[in-house]
């Protein structure tokens, strides 16, 4: 439960409402490795802690990355911290993407807003490892083409082989690309659905449409996966707050497969 003090070595402002810190630790040790779609516990003193997946790359040596939304009191603070500011740390935590499961098979990567930043790590390793998987897809919605996060890793991944469709809700000047929600991406698609494994991150609203049109396609629960982060607290499983049934959703998730919470998403957050 003890925090791990990191020092903030960049700040960078990705749209309006988001920045992404690079930290390392205060005392100069080695980071946790980490796996792709686990979280860590970000605590800002005196103000509170919250759950927060990592954004960066497995394989970025002595640097931790989040990519934060400012919308409370925390994650504002955080977006509001400068070069050498100290903030704590706990994790990593919780379950993984299945990437290296997936190895020889297709990926169909869909994410919504903030969404892309618990799947980036996923896209970094692909990158690295592009001979390993089949056809790779990614598909992103965002707000409006300013709210388009890290533009130039999507040009960057499009070189990696990856199939890269970008669509947002409002167009705005300039904007050529398609406008509408991400599962209109979809139906015009070209994959094999009985090779195909899916990763999901977004609205919770945006992953159950865009699960009904995989479905539609022939892509079964058991190969889709999602990232639920309903009301983490302590991140260890001892507080109960994010607990489904038998199941924490901070130890057993965030990262699970859809067909062991299809029952929740009849539930409502509360």
Not at 239 to 250: E, K, M
Request: aromatic share 8%.
């Amino acid at each position: 439960m003890q925090p791990r003090l990191y020092r903030v070595t960049r700040v960078r402002r990705e749209i309006r409402d988001t920045c992404t810190l690079d930290m390392e630790p205060a005392d100069g040790s080695p980071i946790p490795g980490f796996t792709p779609g686990q979280f860590n516990m970000l605590y800002v003193f005196a103000v509170g802690e919250v759950p927060i997946s990592i954004s960066g790359s497995p394989q970025a040596g002595n640097q931790l990355v989040h990519t934060v939304r400012a919308v409370g009191a925390v994650s504002r603070r955080i977006c509001s911290l400068k070069k050498g500011d100290l903030l704590g740390v706990r994790g990593p935590y919780g379950s993984h993407w299945p990437v290296a499961e997936s190895s020889g098979k297709g990926l169909i990567i869909a994410a919504g807003g903030i969404g892309l930043a618990p799947l980036r790590p996923v896209l970094y390793q692909v990158q690295a490892q592009r001979e390993s998987f089949g056809q790779v897809i990614l598909l992103y919605g965002a707000r409006s083409p300013s709210d388009i996060l890290f533009p130039r890793e999507l040009e960057r991944w499009k070189l990696a082989g990856v199939e890269v469709k970008v669509t947002v809700d409002r167009s705005a000047a300039g904007w050529s690309g398609p406008v509408g929600v991400v599962t209109s991406l979809i139906p015009r698609l070209t994959f094999d659905p009985l090779n195909a494994v899916a990763m999901i991150c977004g609205p919770e609203v945006m992953m159950r449409f865009t699960i009904v049109q995989l479905n539609q396609r022939g892509v079964t629960d058991d190969r889709i996966f999602i990232s639920m982060e309903r009301n983490m607290k302590c991140g260890i499983g001892f507080c109960g707050h994010c607990q489904y049934g038998p199941s924490f959703i901070c130890q057993d998730g965030p990262v699970l497969p859809f067909s062991r919470v299809r029952n929740l998403f009849g539930v409502r957050e509360v």
